[in-house]
């Protein structure tokens, strides 16, 4: 079976024990967005201005007793009501939990729409369990700062 459908696998029975109460997560969360926009890069694409921003987040857990790892990346730009986007999910080994692209390249896996729509389902559900049982979940938010290059 591809790593992708192993994955696929994975995060649907993740969702469903986290559904249960059965996961206990570690979760880091980086992001760009909610910086001072003044502060933030701006790409220019047939004239129109983009406001560019990141997202990282790292899901940690134990999972039928084996480490679990995922880190997602998320590039987006926004143009007034317009937002488009670029999404990485990497399966780093348990050692590297490093928030830089190129260091997760080599850890990079391909995501089709099933995929990638399941890592938001499990992102929902998390936040749901932390909703519920805030110990459930420990959940580290800080504030990125982006620079292009």
């Given amino acids: ?11 649907t ?4 024990e ?9 979760i880091q969360y980086q992001t760009s967005e909610y910086n ?5 890069p701006v790409e220019v694409e047939k004239g129109e201005k ?7 987040v790292s899901y940690h857990c134990i ?12 590039q987006f730009y926004t143009c007034g009501d317009k937002t488009k986007s670029c999404n990485l999910i990497f399966l780093p080994p348990a050692g590297i939990r490093f928030f830089d692209v190129d260091v997760l390249a080599p850890y990079a896996i391909q995501a ?8 938001h389902m499990l992102w929902l559900q998390v936040l ?6 805030p110990a459930s979940v420990e959940l580290d938010v800080t504030p990125r700062e982006l620079m292009l290059s």
């Fill in 112 to 119: 089709d729409q099933m995929l990638s729509y399941e890592i």
């Fill in 36 to 40: 001072d926009p003044e502060s933030k």
């Fill in 63 to 74: 999972h039928q007793e084996k480490e679990f790892l995922l880190i997602t990346y998320e």
């Fill in 1 to 11: 079976m591809k790593k992708e459908q192993e994955l696929l696998r994975e995060v």
């Fill in 13 to 16: 029975e993740l969702i469903k």
């Fill in 50 to 56: 983009w406001t560019v921003d990141e997202c990282f």
């Fill in 128 to 133: 749901e369990a932390y909703k519920k049982d």
């Fill in 18 to 26: 986290t559904q249960g109460g059965r996961v206990h997560w570690q």
